[in-house]
């Protein structure tokens, strides 16, 4: 008897010093380590995961389907199954990716809206044929391209008969929404689009790209990229081929350091962004899921906001291009389950740091 009360007593003692176990949440980062954009959202999840209570493993798709596939197969195979998982669908493996998830019984989320054509017909949409896909979190990608060729069209110091050329990245749902919102825009304004490639999201590769454009087209006045780095590896074409590189503009996506740094100095002109906020929202939605809240049983999308940053605004976010701690940010008051929001107010950098900033 004495000694069952003494392993109460001593059971009573320790709890309060016992770890809880931590829900973990597996995220499929779909580039490589040092990618200065898939970084930097991996970086904002992790603060948000630990804010959350969340463990985060993280493992990388090497920018590659096959790879991204092989590696979430060995993963889920050979490690302890995750409680949740985020990561984007690689076209031409998003079926295999949805059915292995589906297989182990790992609710996920998706970032981006990737998937397009028979393949998007292949999988339907969140919870129909996979039941354990719970929705997407994903920014306009039409928008943001339109209105970042809106962006460049005004700053051009040339007003009529221009010349656009288009940088997409690879060939997805993701770059062609960004390319036919560019088109739609400057069909608008009576803009012809020369010609469009892909890219690739590399700026060696846009250099070279940029360089063949500018032989092929006398007149470009507008060239218009799906990242920064593109963007950036065009504008250091037109330094070894133009004799006048102010008569041209570029822009991209991604608000990169070295993108806003560009738009600083005037290399560059317009910059959009926000989007590397997609992992800590999909983190705080999963965050609500596991405390029973009902967003993901009444919606299927969360689509975050974008904004352009150019040199008349690109003071207001100097403060992203020293590293800044997004860590600073309080996640929590994010939540549906711990606020009396109904909805997630889904604000856009800096406001989103100068509000929720602990």
Not at 68 to 76: A, S, W
Not at 89 to 115: C, D, H, R, W
Not at 258 to 275: I, Q, W
Request: glycine residues 6%; neutral net charge; hydrophobic residues 40%.
């Amino acid at each position: 008897m004495r000694l069952k009360i003494r392993l109460i007593l001593l059971m009573l003692l320790t709890l309060p010093f016992m770890t809880i176990a931590k829900q973990t949440v597996l995220f499929v980062n779909p580039s490589v380590v040092d990618d200065p954009f898939w970084s930097k959202v991996q970086s904002i999840s992790q603060h948000a995961a630990q804010q959350l209570g969340f463990k985060l493993d993280v493992i990388y798709g090497e920018g590659n389907r096959h790879i991204q596939f092989q590696e979430l197969k060995k993963y889920l195979e050979y490690q302890k199954t995750p409680d949740y998982a985020i990561l984007i669908l690689y076209p031409g493996a998003a079926v295999e990716s949805l059915k292995i998830l589906e297989k182990f019984e790992v609710p996920a989320i998706t970032m981006e809206q990737t998937i397009s054509g028979e393949e998007k017909s292949q999988i339907a949409g969140p919870g129909e044929d996979y039941k354990y896909w719970l929705g997407e979190v994903y920014h306009d990608n039409y928008q943001a391209g339109y209105d970042l060729a809106k962006a460049l069209h005004s700053v051009s110091n040339k007003k009529s008969n221009l010349t656009a050329v288009l940088i997409n990245g690879h060939y997805g749902s993701e770059s062609d929404m960004r390319a036919k919102g560019a088109a739609d825009y400057f069909s608008s304004q009576g803009i012809e689009v020369a010609q469009e490639v892909h890219g690739s999201w590399s700026e060696t590769l846009s250099t070279e790209q940029t360089l063949k454009l500018l032989k092929r087209h006398a007149n470009i006045d507008i060239v218009w990229a799906a990242s920064d780095l593109m963007a950036i590896g065009a504008m250091k074409a037109c330094k070894i081929a133009c004799a006048d590189k102010q008569n041209i503009v570029f822009g991209g996506f991604d608000w990169l350091s070295v993108g806003l740094e560009n738009v600083a100095r005037g290399d560059t002109h317009a910059s959009v962004g926000g989007h590397f906020m997609m992992g800590a929202w999909a983190l705080v939605s999963l965050f609500d899921y596991h405390h029973k809240h009902s967003y993901w049983s009444e919606h299927r999308e969360l689509v975050i906001p974008m904004g352009v940053i150019t040199k008349q605004n690109v003071n207001n976010y100097s403060w992203m291009k020293n590293s800044p701690n997004w860590g600073l940010i309080d996640y929590r008051l994010k939540s549906l389950h711990l606020t009396d929001q109904s909805q997630y107010q889904l604000y856009l950098i800096p406001e989103i740091w100068q509000k929720n900033k602990r």
